[in-house]
């Protein structure tokens, strides 16, 4: 029954047979296009079977040529005519420019977003602000389910993960500490290095890195979901602010919870190189932990808790803010998803650095 | 020149005993339904009484819990990945809201299938294609280049639908094809959907709470209630028949409109046909 399509020229009359359909039509076009000849009549009595690609052909060559069909049935007829009324012009694709300008438009295009993305943090830096302010003003609208909510999610079920982190990472730090300080004789430094390093940088820039990875990109795929789904408009025409419903329970979860966990992270980092030094070392615990007290000065750890919620804010604004910048379609999700992670880590590492400049000029080394 | 190969009557879709379940929640239970060949079939039922999830069990999205499903003779059940592609192939699907793929194009969408089944076209015929099934499911030449986020809502549902035909499909399933559509443009794709399958010999699943559509397009009715398909037939079979839910359906004040509606453009067609008889006697 499926007898392939095929095409005959026979004294400027072109006979199609067998199946004029999508699924039999095989390399007909490429031949048909091959056809040197102009044919007078498109004869189609020997055809079986036809849909609109087949239809679409006939119709094709009857156009270009201004020829007649004959010997279709009315179905056919009917079929081709209503093809013959679809075929307009329509544009396939996007104009396409030289590429010469199009690397031009992107490098503008990238710069342009880039300044629109700073600029829109600090506003919502500042919308955020506001609101926090609108809460003090109005304790009552103060969402606390939703804070606890997101104390549980940011906190609570990182403590896992972090220190299981920071504990592999104090352990690294002696590990490679003492392999160097042995080199001078001076292994017992490695107490030193611990101490200082995971207080001071380390906790909080790890604890950091994680709760971007976590929680920021957790804020934008949720705002950012919940934005296509218009659920956000919704919330805005019943009356409850975004704002206050969604975005500030989370900028304030993880301002709260940012020192916490990287002091949480520190110290763990500290057990793990206590334990390694206690076995590689042969440091008792005892010791150890009197020697942390003597060489870690108090100003380590009020630089570690001073950065850590600052960070904690730009993870937040990061991936709230990318999250309601979402428009359009599911790529955006990801796309934007992506960018607060990056957006969050650079930041906090460019701050970072900030912070050691700033902390050293004002004699707390 | 026989054209389409039609034995008038040969069952294309059959489902018999058919159970879903969603944990306790039993949506289906003992469903049994027939289609055939070159109809437009119609499908009702209350919010809530599994019009979805029946054409997502008998086009495999949805796994039952029992009973058997047979699409062109071909049992769908249990059947391996190779095999239910080339069922897949002779049916188009438009769903509730056209789910479009959100980064290609309009045109790129109606390629997709094309591309993935028949490799060999070539490029040039695959636009030509795009273009005509574009214009031939009523979206105007622009929309081609556009993104689905850029289209409104119908505009989406006919690039669905010009997807659904990107195949030439010999079945097609529409899911709330109409809703969400303004008047004319329900009646539009309506009109649209009864000669392309006129035309192409379609034979057409169509999920509907539109009782114009059901009135103007479909050659049956299938009636979802309690579990199962309590009656399917013509309207006048379905009123005639003594229960509550299918009597309250189309004898509420929606459907009397809608039956009166069809009766006058029944009349109007009539009396245009009664005058070009005239018109050709004394001519």
Request: proline share 4%.
């Amino acid at each position: 029954m499926n007898q392939p399509a095929d095409f005959e020229l026979d004294e400027g009359v072109l006979r199609f047979s067998g199946e004029l359909t999508l699924a039999c039509i095989g390399d007909l076009p490429q031949r048909l296009a091959a056809l040197g000849e102009v044919p007078g009549r498109i004869d189609l009595e020997g055809v079986d079977r036809m849909d609109t690609v087949g239809a679409w052909l006939v119709h094709r060559i009857a156009r270009e040529n201004h020829i007649q069909v004959v010997g279709a049935d009315d179905d056919v007829c009917q079929l081709i005519e209503q093809i013959g009324e679809a075929d307009k012009p329509l544009k396939i694709r996007p104009d396409s420019s030289p590429p010469f300008l199009r690397v031009l438009r992107e490098i503008g295009e990238g710069t342009d977003a880039a300044w629109r993305s700073l600029t829109g943090l600090v506003g919502f830096f500042g919308a955020t602000l506001i609101g926090v302010w609108g809460l003090i003003a109005h304790p009552g609208r103060f969402r606390f389910n939703a804070m606890a909510r997101q104390f549980e999610v940011v906190g609570v079920k990182a403590l896992g993960i972090i220190g299981l982190m920071s504990f592999l990472i104090g352990i690294v730090i002696a590990q490679q500490g003492a392999v160097q300080l042995r080199q001078f004789g001076a292994e017992v430094f490695a107490v030193n290095l611990i101490g200082r390093i995971t207080l001071r940088e380390l906790g909080v820039l790890m604890t950091a890195i994680m709760v971007a990875g976590r929680s920021g990109s957790a804020f934008a795929a949720q705002l950012g979901s919940m934005k296509l789904a218009e659920e956000i408009d919704a919330m805005r025409t019943i009356g409850v602010s975004p704002m206050e419903a969604l975005i500030l329970p989370r900028v304030i979860a993880t301002v709260v919870l940012m020192p916490l966990l990287g002091f949480y992270a520190a110290v763990i980092a500290i057990i793990g190189g206590g334990i390694f030094c206690w076995i590689d070392l042969d440091i008792p615990p005892i010791t150890f932990i009197q020697r942390i007290q003597e060489v870690v000065p108090i100003t380590d750890l009020w630089v570690g808790l001073i950065k850590a919620p600052v960070f904690g804010m730009l993870i937040a604004l990061c991936g709230c803010y990318q999250g309601m910048q979402v428009e359009g379609n599911a790529e955006e999700v990801g796309l934007r998803t992506t960018a607060s992670v990056v957006q969050a880590i650079f930041l906090v590492i460019v701050l970072d650095a900030v912070f050691a400049v700033f902390f050293s000029s004002i004699g707390w080394l | 020149m026989a054209r389409l190969n039609i034995a008038e009557g040969e069952t294309i879709i059959h489902v018999a005993g058919l159970r879903n379940a969603f944990g306790d929640q039993v949506v289906h239970d003992g469903l049994d339904l027939d289609v055939k060949r070159g109809e437009i079939i119609g499908v009702v039922g209350g919010s809530g009484t599994g019009k979805s999830v029946l054409m997502r069990s008998i086009i495999g999205l949805q796994m039952p819990v029992a009973g058997e499903v047979e699409v062109f003779g071909e049992p769908m059940i249990g059947r391996d990945e190779h095999e239910a592609k080339q069922v897949r192939k002779r049916w188009g699907v438009l769903f509730q809201g056209g789910a479009l793929f959100s980064t290609l194009t309009v045109a790129e969408n109606v390629q997709v299938p094309l591309r993935e089944y028949y490799p060999q076209l070539d490029a040039a015929l695959l636009d030509e294609i795009a273009a005509y099934k574009v214009a031939m499911s009523g979206l105007p030449p622009d929309a081609g280049p556009k993104y689905p986020s850029e289209l409104s809502g119908g505009m989406r549902k006919r690039a669905g639908l010009a997807r659904a035909l990107a195949l030439d499909p010999q079945l097609l399933f529409l899911d709330e094809p109409t809703a969400g559509l303004d008047p004319i443009g329900a009646a539009a794709f309506d009109t649209l959907i009864r000669s392309l399958q006129r035309t192409l010999g379609l034979t057409v699943f169509l999920i509907t709470h539109d009782l114009d559509t059901l009135y103007a397009i479909c050659d049956r009715v299938a009636v979802l209630a309690d579990k199962r398909v309590i009656a399917v037939g013509t309207i006048p079979e379905l009123l005639a028949l003594d229960h509550v839910w299918i009597q309250e359906y189309f004898n509420g004040p929606r459907g009397r409109v809608a039956a009166d509606a069809a009766e006058r453009a029944g009349a109007a067609a009539k009396v245009k046909a009664d005058l070009a008889q005239s018109g050709d006697d004394r001519g």
